[in-house]
Every structure is written in structure tokens, then in C-alpha cells.
């Protein structure tokens, strides 16, 4: 028998031994399943929590759980500090001094591709400027932004995309202005997502539907869209309210239903008209 098998069973009994000492023998209790979904929630609901404060509320609860324990799971759970939530709960801490611009397109008849901007306050939705181009620069937005805020600005933040006509001479205006630039992620429109709404809203209610003449026709039934979008058009972002609050009509005890067309006969509004 060779010395170096004697020694090789020597280690394998070592080994073998202090496994055996080293067996589970009952240990830490584990987290129960209970205690796993509140980890979770408490950490997606507050994300600048981190182990002590979780473990804390769950003190509080009753529950019995290591602080050890609680950050062991935070680690392995995915998505902690992710900066989605973080944006929406920007947006909506925020929302009534908030302010968005973007441009979207509409062909003419000829083919002409022209550039619409405008300008949307988060708090009522509203409109807060409109206009065409058919070359949009930076110098001609940063006229737009005077015209849209021309005295002291209600609004602090200023949210719009990385299009690279918004330039650094928009940024110093919106700065020497008070409002604070917010610039989207890449390829993120849903940061921008009222603005977007409202893109949607304009085409599929308005611009989807009408073959433009030209600049002048562009502009006019954009303006007539926003009247129908500010009084009449209701919103589920608005509890189904108008950016201008429209009022409820109590109905007569004698009164017929009257259509008042809006853009064009596109949309209509309805109102109690007292019977003769």
C-alpha cells in the first residue's frame, strides 16, 4: 500500500467527517411565503427602502424576520430601483407644473410634408400653443416657446424628446425662461406619454380624416380640433371631464336632444334644447 492512498483516505474520512458535523440541524427558520410577497411589495412601493427600513416595517407588522435575510432577498430580486417607476412617479408628483412639446407630420395634397407643434400642460391636458411649419428649426421653436410663454410661466419642467432640432439654444431658453428641460431616455416616447396621447387623439380624430391644401388649412383645422379637444371632447385621464371642465346639463322635464357639429361634422356635441 502505497503512503500516498493512506493519506487519500485520510482527507476523504476528514471531509466526510466535518460534513457530518456541519448538517443541518434545524437552523435559521426560512421566510415563509407570506413574508416574501411583503419583501416585494415594500420594495416595488418605496423604491429608495432598502433593508433596514423594510425590515423595520415588517418589525412593525409583527413579523419575524432577520434584517440579514430581508437584504439576502432584496438581492436576488430584479429590477430594484428601476428607473420606469421612478419617471411615473415623477410625472405624477409633478403633473400640474409640467409642461410637453413635440412635432408630428401632416402630408397636403401635394405631397408637402408639414410640421405641427404644440405645446400640452399634464395638470387639464390643455393646449397650451399650436402651429405649422413646413422647415422647423431651433430658431423657429424657441419663437414658438416666447409665443407660448410669454410672462412668467406657471410651469417648472419642461419634458420633450431628443429630436435634434430641440438644440442647446431651445435648453438655454426654457432655462433663462425658469422651466427646468427634461429630456426623454433613447427610443422612450411613453416618457412623453401625454404628448404622444395627444398625437394619437389629433390624427385618428381629426388629421386621418382630411386632405390638407396647404399650410394655412393645416393650421385652421388644428385650431378648430384643440376648441373641440379644450370644451367638448371628454378624457378617462380627466375622470371623463374637458380640459375646460365642461358642466353637467340637468335635462329639462320637456327638451329634445340637439347635434352641434364640431370640426367640420367630424364630431358633435350634444346638448338639451327646451322643447317649443
Not at 416585494?40 to 418589525?59: C, D, F, S, V
Not at 430658431?139 to 438644440?167: C, N
Request: aromatic residues 12%; contains cysteine.
Amino acid at each position: 500500500m502505497k503512503p500516498e492512498t493512506v493519506v487519500g483516505w485520510h482527507r476523504a474520512g476528514f471531509r466526510l467527517y466535518w460534513r457530518w458535523r456541519s448538517r443541518p440541524r434545524g437552523g435559521r427558520p426560512k421566510i415563509t411565503g407570506e413574508i416574501r410577497v411583503l419583501i416585494r411589495r415594500l420594495a416595488q412601493e418605496n423604491q429608495g427602502w432598502g433593508a433596514p427600513k423594510i425590515h423595520g416595517e415588517l418589525q412593525k407588522l409583527g413579523l419575524v424576520v432577520s434584517e440579514r435575510s430581508v437584504a439576502r432577498y432584496l438581492r436576488r430580486m430584479r429590477r430594484r430601483g428601476d428607473p420606469a417607476k421612478s419617471w411615473l412617479t415623477f410625472l405624477q408628483n409633478h403633473r400640474e407644473v409640467i409642461v410637453a412639446f413635440d412635432f408630428f407630420t401632416a402630408p397636403t395634397v401635394t405631397f408637402q410634408l408639414l410640421y405641427c407643434f404644440f405645446a400640452i400642460e399634464h395638470g387639464r391636458r390643455r393646449i397650451v400653443h399650436f402651429n405649422v411649419t413646413e422647415l422647423p428649426t431651433a430658431e423657429w421653436v424657441v419663437q414658438q416657446l416666447r409665443a407660448a410663454f410669454p410672462e412668467a410661466s406657471p410651469y417648472r419642467y419642461a419634458i420633450f424628446d431628443r429630436d435634434s432640432t430641440f438644440s442647446e439654444e431651445v435648453v438655454a431658453f426654457l432655462e433663462a425662461t425658469g422651466l427646468k428641460p427634461k429630456r426623454t431616455s433613447v427610443q422612450a416616447p411613453w416618457q412623453n406619454g401625454v404628448a404622444e396621447r395627444w398625437i394619437g387623439n389629433a390624427r385618428r380624430d381629426c388629421f386621418d380624416h382630411v386632405i390638407a391644401l396647404n399650410e394655412a388649412h393645416v393650421r385652421r383645422l388644428g385650431r378648430e380640433f384643440i376648441a373641440y379637444y379644450h370644451e367638448d371632447r371628454t378624457h378617462l385621464g380627466l375622470d371623463k371631464d374637458t380640459p375646460s371642465e365642461r358642466p353637467i346639463e340637468g335635462k329639462p322635464e320637456v327638451a329634445e336632444l340637439e347635434s352641434l357639429a364640431r370640426v367640420g361634422g367630424l364630431h358633435h356635441r350634444y346638448v338639451w334644447k327646451a322643447a317649443a
